[in-house]
């Protein structure tokens, strides 16, 4: 899968903007504030429909403007535009003109895979936090989990509804309860398996590319949850046995909803144990398994989209990271300084240099940097 051609109207700083893109390396230099994640970030949108870095879609839309456009080639067998127009209402999107009328029968057509700083949340923050970073990887790949996740979410919030009814009106019957509770078990179960499983071959490679990366072995991606591995019956007695703390508290105490994820190096939580630099090593190792995960599962080569990756990171490790991405897949980085990565790495590379608004086009040659 490769983008070949990326246009944008009205998007954040850019009025208009139409980029030809390598089908390698497109490395993206400027300047803080100059728009180099911009780029990104629309690549991302146009993937998932949402973007990394805000929840308000007009914050994509230029000042004064009223809508803002990304459009973009796409060669996968065939070469297809895909399309999102964003105004303040809504979103509207096409694929080679046909509209396409629901956001979850398109996610996952592009299969993207982003490094950004936000990344480090899922080691530094909270288990919501880790579970929404988990929940867009995995909605990039596997559109059935998105779907699942989807409908657990509006049972769940029904489901908590009718307990905070049951705490006001003791005449409201529990028959209706237990037929939202067993389709949250239901739910549960199936995207449980989803995410062990993707934990699991995560775990296949991410050892691997960490040794690669910092010499250091024996990381791991822990999946944390009350009701992994359990069956139907098994749910049904937790769900029962929790039924008046549930009624007090007027939520559901058991799921998915409430899982973690935490990295682990020799057992040990890294944002106990590693540095910074080695934890966005820890991260970095985990998106080039999630390839392998794309390409096993999928029989795809994602576009792998690297925000602001050379900060922190000596330029031994840069080359160890870029050394081991796939030859076969189209990578775009941002970086404010180039100079650290090795000559050899950077052959036949597209540079973009982003200056006072305006973006310069090379074939990579040192002279321009």
């Known amino acids: 899968m490769k983008i070949t051609k990326l246009k944008l109207t009205n998007f954040r700083n850019y009025p208009k903007l139409e980029l030809d893109f390598s089908k390698s390396k497109n490395i993206i230099i400027g300047n803080n504030g100059s728009g180099k994640t911009n780029i990104i970030e629309s690549i991302f949108y146009l993937s998932l429909?949402?973007?990394?870095?805000?929840?308000?879609?007009?914050?994509?839309?230029?000042?004064?403007?009223?809508?803002?456009?990304?459009?973009?080639?796409?060669?996968?067998?065939?070469?297809?535009t895909y399309k999102i127009v964003i105004n303040k209402e809504n979103k509207r999107i096409t694929i080679d003109g046909?509209?396409?009328?629901?956001?979850?029968?398109?996610?996952?057509?592009?299969?993207t895979i982003l490094f950004s700083t936000e990344d480090m949340k899922l080691v530094k923050d909270n288990p919501s936090i880790h579970r929404k970073l988990i929940n867009m990887e995995l909605s990039s790949f596997d559109n059935e989990y998105l779907k699942l996740l989807s409908l657990y979410n509006r049972v769940l919030k029904q489901r908590n509804t009718y307990l905070k009814s049951m705490m006001t009106n003791s005449m409201i019957p529990k028959s209706y309860l237990d037929i939202l509770t067993n389709k949250l078990i239901d739910l549960n179960i199936q995207i449980s398996q989803k995410r062990a499983k993707f934990i699991e071959q995560i775990n296949t490679y991410l050892p691997y590319y960490f040794e690669?990366?910092?010499?250091?072995?024996?990381l791991k991606l822990k999946y944390i949850s009350n009701i992994k591995n359990l069956e139907t019956s098994e749910l049904q007695n937790l769900y029962d046995k929790s039924f008046q703390k549930d009624l007090n508290y007027g939520k559901t105490n058991?799921?998915?909803?409430?899982?973690?994820?935490?990295?682990?190096?020799?057992?040990?939580?890294?944002?106990?144990?590693?540095?910074e630099g080695e934890t966005k090593n820890a991260i970095i190792a985990m998106k080039?398994?999630?390839?392998?995960?794309?390409?096993?599962?999928?029989?795809?080569?994602?576009?792998?989209?690297?925000?602001?990756l050379f900060s922190e990171l000596d330029k031994t490790k840069i080359n160890n990271i870029l050394q081991y991405l796939d030859k076969d897949i189209q990578i775009f980085i941002t970086t404010t300084d180039i100079h650290k990565v090795s000559r050899s790495i950077l052959n036949n590379c597209n540079v973009y240099k982003i200056?006072?608004?305006k973006i310069k086009v090379t074939k990579y040659e040192w002279k321009y940097l």
Do not use: W
């Open 355 to 357: 200056s006072k608004g």
């Open 254 to 275: 058991h799921g998915i909803h409430l899982d973690d994820y935490a990295f682990e190096f020799n057992d040990k939580n890294i944002k106990d144990y590693l540095s």
């Open 98 to 111: 046909t509209q396409i009328s629901k956001i979850g029968d398109y996610i996952s057509k592009i299969n």
């Open 212 to 218: 690669k990366i910092t010499g250091k072995t024996l």
């Open 288 to 308: 080039l398994s999630e390839i392998e995960y794309c390409k096993v599962n999928l029989k795809k080569e994602p576009i792998l989209l690297l925000d602001d």
């Open 49 to 80: 429909t949402k973007s990394f870095r805000t929840n308000t879609d007009t914050a994509l839309i230029k000042d004064d403007c009223d809508y803002a456009v990304i459009e973009a080639k796409i060669k996968d067998r065939i070469t297809n």
